[in-house]
């Protein structure tokens, strides 16, 4: 039996732009080392893995070196499949079973839209080893469970000119990065994503930090719809609305290309 196996540029409007990412569509579940070992050979940030599941789909997503509990971009990109190939009609809604809980997508206008779960920052001290990471004093600094640390930046200018030594990134005690800063351009803040830790030095376009970035600025804008720009360097823009328990983030995705696993055993 064939796997068809997608790569997806999510979070673009055109191919070669936003956050590459592998979706593979499975029959039933495979082992979770059958999953490390096809994301470690695609060499993509994230490969998506999803399978029939009730009224939906079950899903889980890998790095080239581990599981992780939430992931955007590959979200975004799997459900592109689902209503380019047919499987989902454009006024149907899709139902994702994760790690994170409940994940659904909706199509409007060219747009997909994921309802996340919102990740709600605790302001913490700037710490002498964060200044040391960064190279430059944050305004700011808060974090989620100990997992993500967010800094806030002077302005866009040295978000964008931030050059990154992983080294030290991986030397924090939070695997995942966000340097941020509000945008006096047509967005309303940029931002940066770094995961070195889980094999993913400079992530393209992040879903999962807006679940956190929408709830940080909502506070400092008194806003609760953004529409923002990660600064890589293939770039990306996220739309993104707050609720109240969730965090909805809009993007578009492009097909690059499709073919099938030939080695399957797991």
Not at 57 to 69: A, C, I, N, Q, S
Not at 245 to 265: E, F, M, N, P
Request: net charge negative; glycine share 6%; hydrophobic share 40%.
């Amino acid at each position: 039996m064939k796997i068809p196996i997608y790569h997806v540029d999510a979070f673009a409007v055109e191919p070669f732009r936003g956050n590459p990412a592998a979706v593979c569509l499975l029959q039933a579940p495979r082992s979770a080392e059958w999953m490390q070992n096809v994301a470690a050979e695609m060499a993509l940030s994230e490969t998506a893995f999803l399978f029939p599941k009730g009224e939906g789909y079950h899903l889980r997503w890998f790095t080239p070196k581990t599981e992780v509990e939430l992931c955007g971009h590959a979200t975004l990109a799997s459900a592109h499949i689902l209503y380019e190939f047919g499987f989902y009609e454009p006024d149907e809604t899709i139902k994702f079973q994760t790690l994170s809980g409940t994940i659904t997508a909706s199509f409007s206008r060219g747009t997909i839209e994921l309802d996340m779960p919102r990740r709600d920052p605790v302001s913490v001290p700037v710490t002498e080893q964060l200044i040391e990471v960064l190279g430059q004093e944050p305004l700011a600094a808060a974090v989620v469970n100990n997992q993500v640390i967010l800094a806030e930046l002077e302005n866009s200018d040295a978000v964008r000119s931030f050059a990154p030594d992983f080294k030290k990134i991986s030397t924090l005690p939070q695997p995942d990065v966000i340097i941020t800063a509000p945008c006096k351009e047509r967005y309303d803040f940029i931002s940066r994503f770094f995961s070195p830790v889980t094999g993913i030095p400079e992530d393209p376009v992040t879903g999962m930090a807006h679940c956190t970035l929408a709830p940080y600025y909502a506070e400092r804008m008194n806003k609760t719809k953004f529409f923002a720009y990660q600064a890589s360097a293939r770039g990306g823009e996220v739309w993104v609305r707050l609720g109240t328990d969730r965090v909805y983030i809009g993007g578009k995705a492009v097909t690059v290309s499709q073919g099938d696993l030939l080695h399957q055993k797991d």
